[in-house]
């Protein structure tokens, strides 16, 4: 299957880095740095209070034990303890309040502006990108995000600290013996640094077949029919089953490359301090450190493992998130269509032109629409015929600027759509294609879609539509909630329904886009009547396969090969005996029989 996965922004051989990651979060971080400077200052309370253990134990050792022990010691220690262990829990629960609350803004801040870029991105990026990539760019990446920002961070802020401030005290007790814990580091720095570079790659194979195993439920769920009738579900059980053994063999990858670090680096330190306790043993028979000082010293020295080891155990966790990071950034930094020109336009007349425009996907050498030209006066109905693939619709969604020619111009009014407002522009259109998309809300809500509901205006839409008897039926009437994508309505309920929504929204230039196609034929008559007081006053382009929903266009632009071999009104064109006579005879004939 081929890769999906083109959110990725590579930087370098190794993609993104920690230190990208941190330059591309400063400015979510900025706004609550205070809030995270004082979860970090917490974090060094925690981390001081975990030096203070062995510090600690030196005094009660050496000057606690024994009948000539000082008094002192014997009850101050204790104390102590129980005041570190105050200290640290209050210290703990702060920290981690503080720092997820530094995580949830800079989450919620990330998912808003990816959700946002994702709405003004150019229609490519949706022709381009998968639903399934988006959503687990969107919903499930930007969480790995917040496990580097909380669980990574507090990991490294905190344990680091903890490290700094043992290794202080190992130094402070006995600087030889610390020096062969400082040899052991440069070590474990090597082979992280080995196990980080096969860590990332394996994340980012993982995460293009998570894509790929996400993209298969979306297809199969999306045609659920076509796997039913066809018995596919063999085939679909295959493709989910195979995608899946290879994530599983990926993971399993992911835990042997990630699990060799804690042997390693345990193995290392273990070296360390049986060398320790060998040079202690020595030191101790010259009279060079006390009992205090050398269970403090290994106290210290074992209580520094831990941390190391947490910071070790990061790595696979960190991995993720810099491979997450890549997705969130990609999207974030996609590039937003264009706004268009500063020029206002309130109310157009209706008036378009094509002149000399091409387009071209870049999937084939032949250009999709060749040198298009035509004009539309305000008011006109002009339908669009031809066979599947002259580019009727990519025609009518260059209006609107889905997609800008490669060549030529189109002006609405007599100025260029460049030039206008991009809001502007698209608030004069009203759109209705053969692929209906209705959203899990009120019938109410869909009519009015990105405007405020006037019952009244929704109900006089759906009456024109010839659906206001069905929505009277409903128990809660325009207030009845759809479902996910209409689908508690039937195909022709959908289809007026967004007919309904085109009819609400009254702008001066309709796209119909086998606007009937699922209606049935007492349903489409009513429709045509509707659409036909609609269209009134206003300049209407029409795509239709059936004819007979055309046949009284003003005039028909007959499309082959991106070019207009014909046009006319529907009787000149029969009499001309060409391409659109020979489509109106073979639907004729379908029909007959």
Same mark, same amino acid.
């Given at each position: 299957?081929?890769?999906?996965?083109?959110?990725?922004?590579?930087?370098?051989?190794?993609?993104?880095?920690?230190?990208?990651v941190l330059d591309r979060l400063w400015p979510y971080i900025k706004p609550v740095l205070a809030v995270l400077l004082l979860g970090i200052g917490a974090m060094a309370i925690v981390a001081a209070t975990e030096t203070g253990i062995p510090a600690l134990l030196k005094p009660l050792l050496d000057r606690g034990f024994g009948t000539r022990g000082n008094v002192d010691a014997k009850w101050l220690v204790p104390l102590a303890v129980i005041g570190l262990a105050i200290v640290r829990g209050v210290a @703990?629960? &702060?920290s981690g309040y503080l720092l997820a609350y530094v995580s949830n803004r800079i989450l919620l801040q990330l998912r808003l502006d990816m959700f946002q870029r994702m709405l003004h991105t150019s229609a490519s990026f949706f022709q381009r990108e998968t639903a399934s990539t988006v959503i687990n760019a969107v919903v499930f990446e930007v969480n790995q995000i917040l496990n580097v920002l909380l669980g990574v961070m507090v990991t490294l802020v905190r344990d680091s600290l903890t490290v700094v401030g043992l290794l202080g005290w190992l130094f402070y007790l006995n600087w030889r013996l610390t020096?062969?814990?400082?040899?052991?580091?440069?070590?474990?720095?090597?082979?992280?640094?080995?196990?980080?570079?096969?860590?990332?790659?394996?994340?980012?194979?993982? @995460?293009? &077949?998570t894509n790929e195993l996400s993209y298969i439920v979306e297809e199969t769920v999306a045609g659920y029919k076509v796997v039913k009738v066809h018995n596919g579900e063999k085939y679909e059980m295959h493709r989910f089953a195979e995608m899946s053994r290879r994530l599983k063999g990926y993971a399993m990858r992911l835990t042997i490359s990630g699990g060799l670090a804690q042997p390693l680096t345990q193995f290392l330190a273990s070296i360390a301090l049986a060398i320790v306790i060998t040079i202690a043993?020595?030191?101790s028979s010259h009279d060079q450190t006390t009992v205090g000082g050398f269970?403090?010293?290994?106290?210290?020295m074992l209580l520094i493992i831990s941390p190391l080891k947490h910071l070790i155990d990061v790595n696979q966790p960190l991995q993720r998130g810099m491979t997450a990071a890549e997705f969130i950034f990609g999207l974030i930094d996609e590039p937003t269509e264009s706004q268009g020109g500063e020029r206002r336009l309130e109310h157009a007349r209706g008036e378009i032109e094509f002149r000399q425009v091409s387009f071209n996907y870049g999937t084939t050498e032949r250009p999709t629409l060749d040198r298009v030209s035509f004009k539309v006066s305000p008011g006109e109905m002009v339908a669009l015929a031809g066979p599947s693939g002259s580019g009727k619709t990519t025609l009518v969604n260059l209006l609107p600027r889905f997609f800008d020619p490669a060549g030529g111009e189109i002006l609405v009014d007599g100025v260029p759509i460049n030039d206008y407002d991009l809001h502007d522009l698209r608030s004069q259109m009203a759109m209705v294609s053969q692929d209906v998309v209705l959203?899990?809300?009120?019938i109410a809500a869909n009519v009015a879609y990105g405007q405020t509901p006037d019952r009244e205006r929704v109900e006089a839409a759906l009456r024109a539509a010839n659906l206001m008897d069905t929505v009277n039926a409903m128990p809660n009437g325009i207030d009845t909630l759809v479902g996910g994508n209409g689908m508690r309505l039937s195909g022709g309920q959908r289809q007026r329904l967004a007919i309904a929504r085109a009819i609400y929204k009254d702008a001066p230039?309709?796209?119909?886009?086998?606007?009937?196609?699922?209606?049935?034929?007492e349903s489409e008559r009513h429709v045509q009547v509707a659409l036909e007081t609609l269209m009134k006053g206003r300049t209407t382009l029409v795509i239709a396969h059936r004819l007979s929903t055309i046949e009284?266009?003003?005039r028909i632009l007959v499309l082959e090969g991106g070019k207009i071999a014909e046009q006319g009104s529907h009787d000149e064109l029969l009499m001309q005996g060409g391409l659109y006579a020979h489509l109106h005879k073979i639907q004729y004939q379908q029909q007959a029989a």
């Open positions: 299957m081929e890769t999906r996965n083109t959110l990725r922004k590579e930087i370098g051989d190794d993609g993104t880095s920690s230190t990208d @703990q629960y &702060l020096l062969i814990v400082a040899v052991v580091l440069p070590p474990i720095g090597w082979v992280v640094s080995k196990i980080n570079r096969r860590l990332r790659h394996l994340n980012r194979e993982q @995460q293009t &077949l043993v020595v030191q269970v403090s010293f290994v106290t210290a959203f899990n809300d009120t230039i309709l796209i119909l886009d086998e606007a009937t196609s699922a209606l049935d034929s009284r266009a003003d």
